[in-house]
């Protein structure tokens, strides 16, 4: 399956938001306080951090982030806060999967640059 350079970097989008988000649930503290933490422990201003919890997490940043989940005992990983190309496109078929022959408001995925309710759904036989 060929996906596009958008679709892929939407996903690593999603992805890296989701993997921030999951570390800052999973620190033992209300969300504020995790975010002042990581702030501290990156050397950054709160801001940069809450535009990463919006947008998306610099490469610079994933071994920190990852130290910061070791702390806590959190087992996550770089790749996580930064995924590579063949992680996106793992994540992209498996959403292809979900999604072919779907409407819109019913997808896993909402970046796709193709019309996925043009996609057939193979019958199991």
Known sequence: MQFTINEIAAMRR???NHAFSA???HMPMNTSD???FIAKHLGISLSTVLKMSQKEVAAE???QLNEVAQYFGIRMFSYQFVPTDIICR???AHAY???KGRQPHKHIFEHWERDMTK???REAA
Request: aromatic share 10%; with cysteine.
């Open 97 to 99: 999967q979900n999604d």
């Open 23 to 25: 570390l800052v649930r």
């Open 90 to 92: 793992s994540w992209l």
């Open 34 to 36: 995790a975010h002042d």
């Open 119 to 121: 996609v057939k759904v």
């Open 14 to 16: 999603e992805l890296m």
């Open 61 to 63: 940043y994933a071994c």
